[in-house]
């Protein structure tokens, strides 16, 4: 499956942004999604994942209450809403698929990367 994450920019602190990832070559309900981010200079960390039919999420405890995250397998397309975003929250966004439901905080699980979108948020 090919990853197309979209929708990143320029936001002041409080505000929201709505990033997509869009999948191609293979149906995105074959997988189990997240979000990562990478800032300058630190580790790429866990953001977001959900269950192939959306009935489960996960959050990193600091996005947990300020994003939530979705998806819509018929269009092939998942979702990060962010809200309240603080300048801690700025770095590139990249969406992710795997076939496990495990370890799913672990980006070496995870087996197709999209490009990667940049969120910046300014104080």
């Known amino acids: 499956v090919q990853l197309q994450a979209s929708g990143g920019g320029l936001v002041q602190a409080g505000g929201s942004l709505r990033l997509s990832c869009a999948a191609s070559g293979r149906p995105l309900s074959s997988y189990v999604v997240a979000w990562f981010r990478q800032a300058p200079g630190k580790e790429r960390e866990f953001v977001a994942a959900i269950s192939w039919s959306g009935g489960s999420t996960w959050f990193a405890d600091s996005v947990q209450g300020r994003f939530t995250i979705s998806r819509d397998n018929a269009k092939n397309l998942m979702y990060l809403q962010m809200n309240s975003l603080k300048p801690e929250d700025t770095a590139l966004y990249y969406c992710?698929?795997?076939?496990?439901?495990?370890?799913?905080?672990?980006?070496?699980?995870?087996?197709?990367w999209g490009q990667g979108t940049l969120v910046t948020v300014s104080s």
């Open positions: 992710a698929a795997t076939s496990s439901q495990m370890f799913l905080g672990d980006w070496q699980r995870y087996d197709y």
